[in-house]
């Protein structure tokens, strides 16, 4: 049984605040994404890791960093959280390859508010 | 520019009946389509998914349908339950693409009234 988790369902925290997001996997597998998702906007790609300590940008990196030193963990850093960065934060994982492999497993997501 | 569209936000049905959602996208290189499901407070679900190289792939309740022509798919859900109401996003991925990404489409929130 696939198991994506996440080390908060919710998070509350001040502007200026650093903030780490967890993500941990045990499906083995080599990609690990972070979206964000919001009211009307869908999931927008924030980063997006294929092996261990790589790392890409998705199409919203702005305030954002990631981690990858080990193939099952991957984080996701708010250097200084601010109040637009309060959303829901969604992390998956994949196989590498194409057709059925690029099926991403979601975790439960962290509701995050910043005051 | 949205390279997978949902143009309904919302959908609602009456239980039993089908539920029909769709999902258009421009990007001639995707090939691979994904159904995802989201209840509130939880992460999107895999439903199901379907091939370029097909036009139909079933499971159960749920039914993709692909017109590669028209650019067009669609997840068909018969009967409707009052269990399938959530959120139902649309993906794509293409050839030659980043490895492993998929484009979604921004969701339809579908709700089955008893």
């Known amino acids: 049984d696939v198991k994506v988790t996440q080390s908060s369902r919710y998070l509350v925290k001040r502007t200026g605040e650093k903030v780490f997001l967890e993500c941990v996997q045990d499906?083995?597998?080599?990609?690990m994404f972070w979206y964000r998702q919001d009211p009307g906007l869908g999931l927008r790609l924030i980063y997006f890791?294929?092996?261990?300590?790589?790392?890409e940008k998705g199409d919203i990196p702005e305030g954002y960093s990631v981690s990858r030193e080990k193939k099952e963990r991957f984080s996701l850093i708010l250097e200084s959280a601010s109040t637009n960065q309060t959303s829901m934060y969604l992390c998956?994982?994949?196989?590498?390859?194409?057709?059925?492999?690029?099926?991403?497993?979601f975790g439960p997501g962290t509701r995050l508010l910043v005051l | 520019d949205q390279q997978v569209k949902q143009n309904s936000p919302s959908l609602s049905v009456q239980e039993g009946r089908i539920s029909i959602l769709n999902c258009d996208y421009t990007?001639?290189?995707?090939?691979?389509f994904l159904w995802y499901k989201k209840y509130p407070a939880e992460g999107p679900t895999f439903l199901i998914s379907?091939?370029?190289?097909?036009d139909k792939n079933e499971d159960g309740r749920f039914t993709v349908f692909l017109n590669k022509s028209a650019k067009h798919l669609s997840l068909h859900i018969v009967p409707s339950q009052p269990g399938d109401s959530a959120v139902y996003f649309c993906?794509?991925?293409?050839?030659?693409?980043?490895?492993?990404?998929?484009?979604f489409g921004k969701g339809t929130k579908l709700s089955v009234k008893p």
């Open positions: 998956a994982s994949s196989l590498p390859g194409t057709g059925i492999q690029e099926t991403q497993y």
């Open positions: 499906m083995d597998h080599e990609n």
């Open positions: 890791s294929y092996d261990v300590k790589m790392k």
């Open positions: 990007n001639s290189m995707f090939d691979y």
């Open positions: 379907i091939s370029s190289i097909k």
């Open positions: 993906a794509a991925s293409a050839r030659g693409g980043s490895q492993g990404n998929l484009i």
